[in-house]
């Protein structure tokens, strides 16, 4: 497990919680560029939820409905997607905000997108999107032979992090799957950071990016209440960089990121400031 990666993914799921997040799941006919959106659900920031039906235009194979159990008959009445997505933009207008832009969570999110798309628009287009299954695999850490991030299921995501589905849910349903990829996201903001000092010094000398800066500052300001800036001198034995975190007032300067975090980490132990 990367802690850096496990930092980040805990502090932006903490972000989104501060400004709120819309969360989406489609349950459809197939995987390939020939799928077709059956059922959509999306919990909105305070927690009220829009569910439907959507009748595809075209059969749903057995395979799918083994999956999610809906059949041609449940949605042979239903509204079709462009009525279903003209009622959620009416509904949410995701696609009408010009400041204060959304965030829409989903799990998966480049194959619900393409979902979207192919059964005739996305109305969340413009929303910054946040796939919470690439996220989950960072929190998470298992990795594959070849060392990237494995993917894990919804459903054993949940189960992993002691989701328990209201009665009456099952999962590969829109908005059980909806509950759970929300709860994913509580989980995760809910971690923090408390290592010994020993294991806080041995990340900090593990700094080499303003990316991993960014982690370690975030798990001891959390109110990110700090700058990064990054100098380029030149002088007559060629160039030169200031790494700066600037905090509380107060610049601290060093050649290299880790050297600036720690020149941090110091004050804040010197001060008793820090929050574990």
């Known amino acids: ?34 799928g077709r959106i059956v059922e959509v659900a999306v919990i909105a920031p305070d927690n009220s939820h829009y569910s439907s039906l959507v009748n595809p ?8 409905t083994n999956v999610h159990g809906i059949t041609d008959e ?24 010009k400041e204060n ?15 979207m798309e192919q059964s005739g628009g996305n109305p969340f287009k413009g929303a910054n999107v946040f796939c919470a299954m690439r996220a989950f695999a960072m929190f998470h ?6 060392g990237q991030y494995k993917w894990q299921k ?3 995501a949940a189960e992993l992090t002691g989701f328990a589905m209201p009665e009456g849910l099952t999962a590969h349903r829109a908005y059980a799957d909806c509950l759970m990829t929300k709860h994913l996201i509580e989980h995760m903001a809910a ?8 294991e806080a010094r041995q990340a900090i000398a593990n700094i080499h990016d ?3 800066a960014h982690s370690l500052l975030d798990a001891l300001l959390p109110d990110r209440g700090y700058t990064l800036e990054l100098t380029i001198r030149k002088s007559t034995t060629g160039t030169k960089q200031d790494c700066n975190v600037i905090y509380s007032g107060q610049c601290f300067m060093a050649p290299h990121w880790h050297l600036a975090v720690q020149a941090v980490y110091e004050r804040l132990l010197g001060q008793k400031a820090l929050t574990y």
């Open 154 to 156: 919804l459903s054993h």
């Open 101 to 115: 832009i959304p965030n829409l969570v989903i799990y998966s999110s480049d194959y619900d997108q393409q979902l």
């Open 1 to 34: 497990m990367n802690v850096f990666d496990k930092i980040y993914i805990a502090s932006e799921c903490r972000r989104l919680q501060h400004e709120g997040f819309y969360t989406l799941d489609t349950e459809t006919t197939g995987l390939d560029e020939n």
């Open 141 to 146: 850490g298992e990795t594959k032979e070849n």
């Open 191 to 198: 971690w923090q950071w408390k290592p010994t000092e020993q």
């Open 57 to 64: 235009g075209i059969p749903i194979p057995p395979d799918a």
């Open 74 to 97: 449940a949605v042979k009445s239903e509204p079709d997607w462009i009525q279903v997505g003209t009622e959620l933009t009416n509904l949410y207008g995701l696609t009408k905000a």
């Open 210 to 212: 303003t990316y991993s």
